[in-house]
């Protein structure tokens, strides 16, 4: 199984904030990396796929890079809708595996 | 725009089956891939598998041998079945759509998913 590891596991921001947060693969997944937002109580939602194509409808202060092992996902302006916690989820291969979530807070 | 809906008990006894139903409206089940995936309380998130709308499976290894994924297109709805659960198993159990890719007349799984059900507890106890 591919394992994927994220860091920091969680981070303290303010509005405006811009927020970079890492993934990495236990192998090259080339570009299959995608990230997803989780508030709580609720289903996680879609913001990146394929490493750094933004999904219909997720506002533009998100954006997604990297390939191979590296990869990162940037707020560029951190909104009071972005506190939640951000997954990122390898496609690479099956079993699909996912990294064990950063939670973005208010400082 | 498509929804999905889990449904099915909320307290499973320890090595019973737990069995839930997701169903999908706003759109068809066909020509998409579909995928379960769970989430024990304050943990991260553990694929259980997928299925495509013709019925072929993926199972995660780790509990393939306990796991039934199945698909009834004409009532637009998946299941899945895991069986002897324990503790361990008490999750909030999501369904979730992939929309796949077509090339040369074979489709295949993107293995991202959007959107996602609103997910269902499940919590396995006597």
């Known amino acids: 199984d591919i394992q994927m590891t994220q860091s920091p596991s969680s981070l303290s921001a303010s509005v405006g904030d811009r927020v970079t947060i890492t993934c990495r693969a236990s192998?090259?997944?080339?570009?299959?990396l995608n990230w997803y937002q989780q508030k709580p109580g609720k289903a996680p939602n879609l913001l990146i796929y394929?490493?750094?194509s933004l999904q219909s409808g997720v506002p533009s202060r998100f954006s997604g890079s990297g390939s191979g092992t590296d990869f990162t996902l940037t707020i560029s302006s951190l909104q009071p809708e972005d506190f939640a916690t951000y997954f990122c989820?390898?496609?690479?291969?099956?079993?699909?595996?996912f990294g064990p979530g950063t939670k973005v807070d208010i400082k | 725009q498509v929804q999905l809906q889990e449904s099915g008990p909320g307290l499973v006894k320890p090595s019973e089956t737990l069995s839930l139903t997701c169903t999908v409206s706003?759109?068809?089940?066909?020509?998409?891939?579909w995928s379960w995936i769970r989430q024990p309380p304050g943990k991260g998130l553990e694929w259980i598998g997928f299925?495509?709308?013709?019925?072929?499976?993926n199972y995660n290894p780790s509990l393939k041998s306990r796991v039934t994924i199945s698909v009834d297109t004409s009532k637009n709805q998946l299941s899945l079945k895991l069986t002897s659960v324990t503790a361990a198993d008490t999750a909030v159990y999501y369904c979730?759509?992939?929309?796949?890719?077509?090339?040369?007349?074979?489709?295949?799984?993107?293995?991202?998913?959007?959107?996602w059900g609103q997910g269902t507890l499940v919590t396995v106890s006597s």
């Open positions: 394929a490493a750094s």
């Open positions: 299925i495509y709308y013709t019925g072929s499976t």
């Open positions: 989820q390898q496609s690479y291969s099956t079993p699909i595996t």
């Open positions: 706003g759109g068809s089940i066909r020509s998409y891939y």
């Open positions: 192998q090259s997944i080339n570009s299959y």
């Open positions: 979730a759509r992939d929309k796949g890719y077509c090339n040369g007349g074979n489709c295949y799984p993107l293995n991202w998913f959007d959107p």
